[in-house]
């Protein structure tokens, strides 16, 4: 007997809040659910090759609404406060948490490139002095 565990895929977190916006009945609107769309809280296609699909959505007045920046609401697309308790919170934390793994290891990587400039700057300094005192004596 094999077992294997499907994990849901995890959206990103692009805000730790709800998105305020005007909102008119009449229009369709679609909701990102994957996190990736640089057009928030909106879809613009960002979750091609996904499995993560956009939430077609209607109002039915014209009003303020919060929608979901987490996305974890159950009640998606709109907020439910899901980003203020332990799941949102949790979440946040492990967004947090990745940030600060992916600038420190961009950190480190720049940390050695600089190493590695500075290395070769010091050979081709000692190159050139050498050459400018060497060839001279063999002309
Ligand atoms: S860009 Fe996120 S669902 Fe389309």
């Known amino acids: 007997m094999s077992t294997t565990t499907e994990t849901a895929p995890v959206p990103d977190l692009p ?12 229009k369709d609107y679609y909701w ?5 769309s640089q057009n928030q809280p909106f879809c613009d296609g960002s979750h091609k090759g996904s499995s993560f699909k956009p939430v077609k959505f209607t109002v039915d007045e014209a009003k303020k609404y919060f929608l979901c920046g987490c996305k974890l ?17 949790k979440r946040y934390n492990e967004f947090l948490l990745k940030a600060n793994q992916d600038l420190k290891e961009k950190y480190d990587r720049e ?16 190159a050139i002095a050498v050459y400018h005192i060497v060839v001279p004596y063999h002309k």
């Open 15 to 26: 805000r730790a809040a709800p998105y305020p916006v005007d909102l008119e009945p009449g």
């Open 32 to 36: 990102c659910s994957c996190g990736k």
């Open 73 to 89: 609401a159950e009640s998606a697309p709109f907020c439910d406060g899901t980003h203020r308790k332990e799941k949102g919170l």
């Open 111 to 126: 940390a050695k490139l600089r190493k590695l400039m500075t290395a070769s700057t010091v050979v081709a300094v000692v």
